[in-house]
């Protein structure tokens, strides 16, 4: 079975959609085929953000409902081995229980990783629903009530006997330094979770979003490269707080 990757966060804004694409594109770049499912139900994005919203005739929903897959996916010009399934416009529309059936029934040698957008808030029920090897990715914000948030995801995801990392993103070094927190470990023993990566304050994903065309460059391109080499099972080191 595929490597199911789901990016998850109790808050809204945090940057579960733009660390989903940005893990989801270093992971193609790292040449594994990879299925992004966007499923933030009556809030789809990924398509818009991604540049394929024209080409948007079928969703996830349809797949899980016998649609061939092929004619359901859209195809990510950023990277030809990245597949998209937009979310559903309407919300209530996916069964947790189907939808997982479904994922874990999809032939082994179609995807290496499936990387899937949960909306804002926490579903014990898919937590316990995916299967136990699903690497659960919190995005947290280094701010004291992201931190917060963080650790309940941490708990729920311990409640469904689940593990999950954890990914700083929107990080600067003065934040760190000057506002909330007096170093890095504070965030990470707060949050309970195990790191897995920090993702920069990012003037081109800011952009990227803002566009709908994600070209990402610079510290943010090799944030998303080391997350997606440690996804992969590789051991590489943090770089030098002011090299982030
Ligand atoms: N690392 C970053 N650097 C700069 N802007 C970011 C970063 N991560 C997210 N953003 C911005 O934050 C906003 C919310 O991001 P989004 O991915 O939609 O969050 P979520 O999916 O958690 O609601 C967007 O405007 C996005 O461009
Ligand atoms: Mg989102």
Do not use: W
């Amino acid at each position: 079975m595929a490597q199911i990757i789901a990016v998850l966060g109790g808050k809204g804004g945090s940057g579960k959609s733009t660390c989903s694409i940005g893990i989801s594109l270093a992971l193609a770049e790292q040449g594994k085929r990879v299925l992004l499912i966007d499923l933030d139900e009556g809030m789809r994005c990924l398509d818009m953000l991604l540049g394929v919203s024209e080409d948007l005739v079928f969703d996830v929903s349809d797949a899980v409902a016998g649609r061939e897959l092929s004619s359901c996916v859209l195809n990510v010009p950023e990277a030809e081995s990245l597949y998209l399934l937009a979310a559903p416009a309407e919300k209530g529309t996916l069964n947790t229980k189907e939808f997982v059936k479904y994922l874990t029934s999809l032939p082994e040698n179609h995807f290496d990783n499936i990387v899937l957008d949960l909306p804002a808030g926490s579903d014990i029920e898919l937590y316990q629903a995916l299967p136990k090897s699903t690497e659960f990715l919190c995005i947290c914000n280094p701010n004291a009530v992201s931190v917060r948030d963080a650790a309940n995801i941490g708990n729920l995801l311990s409640k469904a006997n689940r593990r999950g990392k954890l990914i700083i993103n929107r990080f600067e070094t003065y934040f760190i330094r000057n506002i909330m927190f007096s170093n890095l470990d504070d965030i990470i023993d707060e949050s309970g979770l195990s790191l897995i990566g920090i993702v920069p304050e990012s003037e081109s994903l800011f952009f990227a979003f803002l566009e709908g065309k994600f070209k990402i460059t610079g510290r943010a391109k090799k944030a998303f490269a080391r997350i997606a080499a440690r996804l992969n099972g590789q051991n590489v080191p943090l770089p030098k707080l002011s090299k982030i």
